[in-house]
């Protein structure tokens, strides 16, 4: 892992509240980015990978203990076949080629998704991913492949149902912790901060039951732009705000 460069870490100070522990994050803009240099969409998805590297450094850097990338929606097998292709090209590349730095520094890896909808030699470079990577302690990355927020619940509540039927659960006894329990991201803690770049300001169906006490920060910068500094301002910008939970303000 480099050392930062041009970016101070964030120290604690007055009227600074905690970094956050688990920061999510919706890469958009990649497209965007592309057309405004007249080049193929991949060639945004190719410079976004390096977007991707330098927010993992700066996660680690900060102090932050898990961090979830919104990699490929659920939504985004409505694309055009090639651009399909692409990104699935991209993401075994990503696998085989960063596998090594990721565990060399301390990283787990962590896939939440529909994998029956990747193709086989996916699945088993994803499973090879986990597994190698499975005692690390420095960093929970998580990346959101073939996703959805809603089909997330929908399948919980599948597995509720299914363990009611058995006769292992009273539904009575169903509540939010059996239900998160179940959820694909089972295990992690609900995100403290969001943040989508692009200028776009909705959640695209992710992470809709984590994310009900999450603080939001929406950026303009498009996801290839996005780097170490973008990412501390916007953990910045968390530590100074005034988290309520639902409980009265001041």
Same mark, same amino acid.
């Given at each position: 892992?480099? #050392?930062?460069?041009?970016?101070?870490?964030?120290?604690?100070?007055?009227?600074?509240?905690?970094?956050?522990?688990?920061?999510?994050?919706?890469?958009?803009?990649?497209?965007?980015?592309?057309?405004?240099?007249?080049?193929?969409?991949?060639?945004?998805?190719?410079?976004?990978?390096? %977007?991707?590297?330098?927010?993992?450094?700066?996660?680690?850097?900060?102090?932050?203990?898990?961090?979830?990338?919104?990699?490929?929606?659920?939504?985004?097998?409505?694309?055009?076949?090639?651009?399909? %292709?692409?990104?699935?090209?991209?993401?075994?590349?990503? +696998?085989?080629?960063?596998?090594?730095?990721?565990?060399?520094?301390?990283?787990?890896?962590?896939?939440?998704?529909?994998?029956?909808?990747?193709?086989?030699?996916?699945?088993?470079?994803?499973?090879?991913?986990?597994?190698?990577?499975?005692?690390?302690?420095?960093?929970?990355?998580?990346?959101?492949?073939?996703?959805?927020?809603?089909?997330?619940?929908?399948?919980?509540?599948?597995?509720?149902?299914?363990?009611?039927?058995?006769?292992?659960?009273?539904?009575?006894?169903?509540?939010?912790?059996?239900?998160?329990?179940?959820?694909?991201?089972?295990?992690?803690?609900?995100?403290?901060?969001?943040?989508?770049?692009?200028?776009?300001?909705?959640?695209?169906?992710?992470?809709?039951?984590?994310?009900?006490?999450? #603080?939001?920060?929406?950026?303009?910068? +498009?996801?290839?732009?996005?780097?170490?500094?973008?990412?501390?301002?916007?953990?910045?910008?968390?530590?100074?705000?005034?988290?309520?939970?639902?409980?009265?303000?001041?």
């Amino acid at each position: 892992m480099s #050392e930062p460069r041009d970016v101070a870490p964030i120290v604690a100070g007055a009227g600074l509240g905690p970094v956050p522990a688990h920061v999510a994050v919706i890469m958009d803009g990649n497209g965007r980015w592309a057309k405004r240099r007249g080049l193929p969409r991949v060639a945004g998805h190719r410079r976004g990978a390096d %977007s991707v590297r330098a927010v993992i450094e700066a996660a680690v850097e900060q102090g932050v203990r898990h961090l979830t990338l919104f990699g490929f929606s659920s939504e985004n097998w409505r694309r055009p076949a090639d651009e399909i %292709s692409d990104l699935m090209g991209l993401l075994r590349h990503y +696998l085989r080629a960063e596998l090594a730095e990721l565990h060399r520094n301390g990283i787990r890896l962590r896939i939440v998704g529909e994998r029956d909808r990747l193709a086989s030699d996916i699945v088993a470079l994803i499973r090879n991913g986990e597994e190698t990577t499975s005692g690390n302690t420095r960093l929970e990355l998580t990346i959101a492949l073939s996703y959805g927020g809603r089909a997330e619940i929908v399948a919980a509540a599948r597995r509720l149902a299914e363990d009611v039927l058995a006769g292992k659960l009273r539904p009575e006894d169903i509540d939010e912790d059996r239900l998160a329990m179940r959820l694909w991201t089972a295990g992690v803690p609900d995100p403290d901060l969001l943040i989508r770049t692009s200028g776009e300001k909705r959640v695209s169906n992710f992470l809709l039951w984590q994310s009900a006490y999450t #603080e939001f920060v929406f950026v303009d910068t +498009l996801w290839p732009d996005f780097g170490k500094q973008e990412f501390a301002d916007a953990i910045s910008e968390f530590r100074r705000r005034e988290r309520r939970f639902g409980s009265a303000g001041s």
